[in-house]
């Protein structure tokens, strides 16, 4: 049985930012855009979440939510650095450490540093340590995998420490709502209600073959987490699963050709991307946000593993015009690859005239 | 042997010789000159071979005692540099050159002349006479865009063409491709419609049989240092294996690249549909800014070119990104990326005389074809540069 630590820091770019500014403390902080720049809330405090506002949510709504609130732009090269004295805080533990963002990671604590056997005492350590260093605070969840210490992580946040085990696994993934499992979004979760699936417990009584046929591959991932299954393993080397750029356009667009455009101009951020990472792709996708901020993302593989400018803008156009409902307006186009390999190296050839 | 010259009458010619002498000389003895001087004429003749290209140049010197001797290049040259501006006295000691001026004296010893490669001065009174002014203009326009690849000898020269009514100099490393046509005469540019008859590059129509020769770049170097502006005739004389150019007092005998110059005409004749037109000094200063952080291998460079956006950039695994967006700039054609390498296209636009330059450009695989912009009255000069693919 592995040692899973799962650290989330607490309201992370917004704590910082109250510990640069100690006047901001009890505000309402949102990090992000300002309301009037059509930019989006990065994060917010413990204060602004009683308001209904979350990151992603557009910083406008979030204003009209929480008028009082103080907009401050995000300084991520400061979280970086933050966050690169944490990380060396879980390497004083482990090797194993998988960061999944500035703000949160995984560490498998099976075998530690410290040789010490009670991963809750490790949680513990690691929790002291970052305040110690930092002055912020985290939530630390405690499991015997991957997925139940991010559960744990969240139960008693801000900084909480929770521990799942295999004797209350059954226990408290039962009572959680659907909507807290990591993996159901928005959509499947209102699709599960609709099926009368509410919490955990109604999930794990549902049939395999009913999961699969009603959610696909995603369906034999809820029923094995359901009865604490995970083998994921913590992952230190991060390889990107996939590249993107996207452009939330200065004003909503519905005309196809200043779409294309903006589509040609993603398309060459995204060769630059590729081409300075050296990787080729099979896979390509696009995302539309209309203006009622629905999205939808469509993807269809590529010919051959290639990084050409043509053949991506021609599929990526394809996926476009194929996917556009073109009586609605546009707010953000993104394009991106998938799929990739590092191995095909993307070199420039020199052309020469056949001599 | 003894005469007496001036230092700067003799350096000048001696920095020029120099560039003759090969640093890998197949033998000993062309590491050196070979100097005569002819008591009768007045004259000092100095000869520099790499067995390739041979060049003499001959001065008016007073010759007291006439005499043959072979000394080594590099030593001549550094010791006559270093002397006084003022009258150098060089005689022949037995097997010593000694070279005197003022109060300064070396004995330098001697090689043995009979070693060096005879040359037989040409007989230039059937030379054809070509206008060296426009000969030095056509070499300076096509020979940056010689290969450096010793794998392919053809391509190290200028394949120069002379044909009815027009001569033609071109030169293409594959990668790169430069060609200038100028007419033959005044005649023939009259003929064909236009006024201009300062760029014609012979005096009398042309009735030789057709000729196209190959020179290697070497010479062509060479003769591009000794031009002056001053005067305007230039002999040249065809052999089977060789060119002879009369200019100056220079005589210059340079092998010539004896095959058949590969057709890169086909590639010029690509239709591209997209035209830029913009201030070539700037474009050149924005190219060489971006193309601090190129990549050293590739050197690329690219053009996002559209009605409403031009923009330069570069990208490097190494170093980092850079762009510029350019303002000034006419584009009639559909929105196009294409990338290339800036050391070449900035050999090209060094090329261009005009304050404006045509870009016309295809797809990212497409050449590039670059053009004085408006085109020169009666002398047709084209560039071509093939993208890079990424």
Redesign the interface.
């Known amino acids: 049985m592995k040692k899973i630590i799962h650290i989330d820091m607490d309201a992370y770019f917004a704590s910082i930012e109250i510990r640069e500014d100690p006047s901001l403390k009890g505000k309402c902080v949102i990090v992000g855009g300002l309301p009037d720049s059509r930019g989006v809330v990065a994060t917010c405090s413990y204060e602004a979440r009683k308001y209904g506002i979350h990151s992603g949510m557009s910083s406008y709504q979030a204003w009209k939510l929480c008028p009082q609130a103080v907009f401050v732009p995000g300084h991520f090269k400061l979280y970086k650095e933050v966050s690169e004295q944490i990380r060396s805080i879980f390497h004083n533990y482990t090797v194993l450490v998988e960061p999944v963002s500035l703000d949160e990671a995984y560490l498998d604590v099976t075998e530690n540093k410290l040789n010490e056997p009670d991963a809750v005492k490790i949680a513990r350590l690691i929790k002291q340590d970052i305040w110690n260093t930092t002055n912020l605070t985290c939530s630390a969840g405690v499991s015997y995998n991957k997925f139940l210490a991010k559960i744990a992580s969240e139960l008693e946040k801000p900084d909480g420490l929770s521990v799942i085990t295999e004797d209350n696994t059954q226990e408290i993934l039962f009572s959680l709502p659907i909507e807290k499992f990591f993996g159901i979004g928005k959509v499947t979760a209102a699709r599960m209600k609709k099926m009368g699936i509410k919490n955990g417990e109604d999930l794990y009584k549902q049939d395999l073959s009913d999961l699969i046929r009603n959610f696909g591959k995603a369906g034999v991932y809820y029923y094995q987490v359901l009865r604490g299954i995970d083998n994921r393993e913590v992952i230190t080397e991060f390889e990107p699963k996939t590249v993107s750029c996207e452009n939330t356009f200065d004003r909503d667009l519905d005309e196809v050709n200043e779409i294309l455009t903006e589509l040609k101009q993603l398309i060459e951020r995204l060769i630059n991307r590729l081409a300075l990472k050296g990787i080729t792709a099979k896979n390509i996708f696009i995302k539309i946000k209309y203006d009622n901020f629905e999205v939808i993302t469509r993807s269809c593989p590529l010919p051959e593993p290639t990084a050409d400018r043509t053949i991506l803008y021609e599929n990526a156009e394809k996926l476009l015009l194929a996917n556009w409902d073109n009586s609605r307006k546009i707010r953000l186009l993104g394009v991106g690859v998938g799929k990739l390999d590092s191995e095909r190296i993307v070199k420039d050839v020199q052309m020469e005239i056949p001599i | 042997m003894r005469f007496a010259v001036e230092k700067s009458e003799l350096i000048q010619h001696i920095q020029h010789l120099s560039s003759i002498i090969s640093t890998k000389a197949a033998s000993p003895i062309l590491t050196n000159y070979l100097i005569e001087a002819d008591e009768k004429k007045g004259e000092v003749k100095i000869t520099a071979t790499d067995l390739k290209i041979t060049s003499v140049v001959i001065l008016n010197a007073a010759v007291s005692e006439g005499g043959i001797i072979a000394v080594s290049a590099n030593y001549f040259n550094s010791i006559i540099s270093q002397m006084p501006d003022s009258v150098i006295n060089i005689w022949q000691n037995e097997d010593l050159l000694m070279i005197q001026c003022n109060k300064i004296d070396f004995n330098i010893l001697c090689a043995d002349y009979t070693l060096f490669p005879q040359l037989s001065l040409p007989n230039f009174e059937n030379a054809t006479l070509v206008n060296a002014e426009t000969f030095h203009r056509m070499i300076s326009k096509t020979v940056f865009a010689v290969s450096t690849d010793v794998n392919r000898p053809v391509l190290t020269g200028v394949c120069w063409k002379i044909m009815e009514k027009v001569n033609l100099m071109a030169a293409?490393d594959?990668?790169k491709?430069a060609e200038i046509i100028v007419p033959n005469t005044a005649a023939s540019a009259t003929e064909s419609g236009e006024e201009n008859i300062d760029e014609s590059i012979f005096d009398a129509p042309y009735s030789e049989q057709y000729l196209e020769k190959i020179i290697p770049v070497k010479a062509l170097n060479f003769l591009q240092k000794i031009y002056d502006p001053a005067i305007k005739e230039m002999k040249v004389i065809f052999e089977r294996n060789n060119i002879i150019f009369g200019y100056n007092n220079y005589i210059v005998v340079s092998n010539i690249i004896d095959h058949n110059y590969?057709?890169?005409e086909?590639?010029l004749l690509v239709e591209l549909p997209h035209r830029l037109v913009l201030p070539k000094e700037s474009l050149m200063q924005s190219i060489r800014r971006v193309a601090l952080i190129a990549?050293e291998?590739?050197g690329?460079v690219k053009f996002?070119v559209?009605k409403d956006r031009f923009e330069i950039?570069t990208?490097n695994?190494e170093t980092g990104?850079a762009k510029e967006i350019i303002d000034k700039y006419e584009y009639s054609g559909a929105?196009t990326?294409i990338?290339f390498?800036n050391k070449y296209m900035l050999s090209i636009l060094d090329a261009i005389d005009t304050e404006q330059v045509l870009i016309k450009l295809g797809?990212?695989?497409d050449?590039i074809l670059i053009f004085n912009e408006p085109p020169l009255k009666n002398q047709k000069i084209t560039f071509?540069l093939?993208?890079?693919?990424?």
């Not at chain 2, 093939?386 to 990424?390: A, I, N, Q, V």
Request: charged content about 35%; glycine content about 4%.
């Open positions: 293409t594959g990668r491709v590969p057709e890169y086909k590639a990549p291998d590739s690329r996002d559209d950039s990208f695994k990104e929105v990326s990338s390498n797809d990212s695989k050449p071509l093939m993208p890079l693919r990424t």
